[in-house]
C-alpha cells in the first residue's frame, strides 16, 4: 500500500465520476481523459484531460499524472492502453481489454476455458450469415463483434430471409465481423462482479439478477431470486474467467440462467459495471472503492451484502416526460431511498443519467419503493 497515489482514468463517464469519488474518500487523488471538458468524472477528479481516446500524446499526459491507470469502458482506443502501459501499471491489463472488446476472442476465450456460451458463429458476409442462421435456428441474434453496448450493434433475427439484410444492416454501419448466436429461452439475467488483486485473491459481490428495457439496465435485484446451486455456479464461472484471463482490478460476468438451470455467458466487462451499483449503499465495500484498493496496493475489500437492494437506472425518458425537470424530492422523501445523478449536461430518451438504489428488509419491499421512486420522479 502506498500513499498519495494518483489514480488515472480513462474515459470521462458515470463510472470514471464514481470511482473518482470513492478513491477520493481513501486520500486519492484522480485524473481523467476524456473529449469533453466538462464530462461527469472531471467534475470530482483533481485534474482533467481533455482529448480524444486515440491522442497518443494525451494518453501519455495521462499517465505522466498518474500512478496507477485504468479504464472505465471498454469500447476505447487499446493502442493508447497499450502505450500507457508501458509507461504505468494499468488495471485490468491491456490483454485482458483486448479480449473484452471484441466478441469474437470473448467468445474463443471463453470455450477454451470451458464456459458455456450460447451457440455461436462468426459471419464475414451476408452468404455466411444465411449459412449460420440455417445451421442455428430462429430465431438468433446478431451482434457486431466491436462496439456494442446496451443493445446497440444488435439485431434480433426470426426469418432466415431477413439474414440477409440484418447482416448488411449490422456489417455496413461497423465494418466488423458479426456474431450469430442462437437466442435463449432463459429465466433470467444474472451478473457477477468480481475483484481480483494482484496476489490472485479473489473476492465475488453478490449475485444481481438484472432486467433490461429495450437492450439497457432497467432493474438490478440483489440478492438474485434464483437457486443457491445457481447463485454458486454463477460465482464461480466468474472466478474462473477472472483467474484464466489474470484480470487484476474487476470484471463484470453478464449471464443467462435458462430454464434448466444452465448457466450460459452472455458478455464480459473489464470495469465496474451498472449492475453492481447496487454495492454503493447495498455493500461493506462498493465496487468502486474495491477496484480503488486493488490498484494502490491496499488490502482487498468485504463485500457482504448489508441489506437487500434493489437498484433502478434513471434515463433521459425521465427528464423527457417532465420537461427536464423530475421530481427528486417525492425521490428522496421515501424511506431507504438513495439518488445518484451523473452531472451530464444534457439528456436524451435512453441516456443513462442517474439510479436510485433502496434498501429493505426484503427484496420484494426494496423493489417496491425503488419503482415507486422512479415513477415519483417521472410524474408530472
Known amino acids: 500500500m502506498f500513499p498519495n497515489l494518483t489514480i488515472g482514468i480513462f474515459g470521462g463517464g458515470q463510472l470514471g465520476r464514481m470511482l473518482a469519488m470513492a478513491a477520493r474518500a481513501m486520500d486519492y487523488r484522480t485524473v481523467s481523459l476524456d473529449p469533453a471538458e466538462d464530462c461527469p468524472a472531471s467534475q470530482v477528479s483533481d485534474w482533467h484531460v481533455a482529448a480524444d481516446y486515440d491522442d497518443l500524446s494525451a494518453a501519455e499526459e495521462l499517465a505522466e499524472r498518474s500512478d496507477v491507470v485504468t479504464y472505465e469502458f471498454e469500447n476505447v482506443d487499446a493502442t493508447a492502453i497499450e502505450r500507457i502501459a508501458e509507461l504505468k501499471p494499468v488495471f485490468p491489463s491491456p490483454s485482458v481489454l483486448r479480449v473484452c472488446q471484441d466478441r469474437e476472442i470473448e467468445k474463443k476465450s471463453l470455450n477454451e476455458m470451458g464456459i ?3 451457440e455461436f458463429r462468426v459471419v464475414r458476409n451476408g452468404n455466411e450469415a444465411v449459412d449460420a442462421v440455417s445451421e442455428i435456428g430462429v430465431p438468433v441474434v446478431m451482434k457486431t463483434t466491436r462496439w456494442g453496448y446496451d ?38 439475467e444474472v451478473s457477477v462482479v468480481c475483484a481480483r488483486d494482484l496476489s490472485g485473491e479473489m473476492r465475488t459481490f453478490p449475485v444481481s439478477e438484472n432486467v433490461h428495457v429495450g437492450g439497457i439496465l432497467d432493474t438490478s435485484i440483489v440478492p438474485a431470486r434464483c437457486s443457491d446451486t445457481v447463485k454458486a455456479e454463477a460465482e464461480q464461472v466468474a472466478m474462473r474467467i477472472a483467474n484464466g484471463l489474470d484480470v487484476v482490478g474487476l470484471i463484470a460476468v453478464e449471464m443467462f440462467v435458462t430454464r434448466d438451470g444452465e448457466v450460459l455467458v452472455n458478455e464480459l466487462a473489464p470495469r465496474p459495471h451498472n449492475s453492481g451499483h447496487y454495492t454503493i449503499e447495498g455493500c461493506v465495500t462498493s465496487q468502486f472503492e474495491q477496484l480503488a484498493r486493488i490498484m ?13 437492494t434493489v437498484m433502478v437506472n434513471l434515463l433521459g425518458d425521465v427528464w423527457e416526460s417532465t420537461g427536464g425537470a423530475p421530481d427528486w424530492a417525492s425521490v428522496l422523501r421515501m424511506s431507504g431511498a438513495h439518488l445518484h445523478l451523473y452531472g451530464k449536461s444534457s439528456y436524451r430518451v435512453g441516456r443513462k443519467m442517474g439510479h436510485i438504489t433502496v434498501s429493505g428488509d426484503t427484496v420484494e419491499e426494496a423493489l417496491a419503493v425503488a419503482v415507486a421512486a422512479r415513477d415519483a420522479a417521472a410524474r408530472t
Do not use: C, W
Not at 461497423?174 to 432463459?186: A, L, Q, R, S, Y
Not at 494502490?296 to 437487500?308: A, C, W
Open 116 to 118: 458455456g456460451v450460447p
Open 296 to 308: 494502490v496496493g491496499m488490502p482487498i475489500g468485504d463485500v457482504s451484502l448489508r441489506s437487500p
Open 151 to 188: 443493445g446497440k450493434g444488435q439485431s434480433v433475427v426470426r426469418d432466415v430471409h431477413d439474414a440477409r439484410s440484418a447482416f448488411e444492416g449490422l456489417e455496413g454501419a461497423n465494418k466488423v465481423p458479426v456474431i450469430v448466436e442462437g437466442f435463449v429461452d432463459f429465466e433470467m
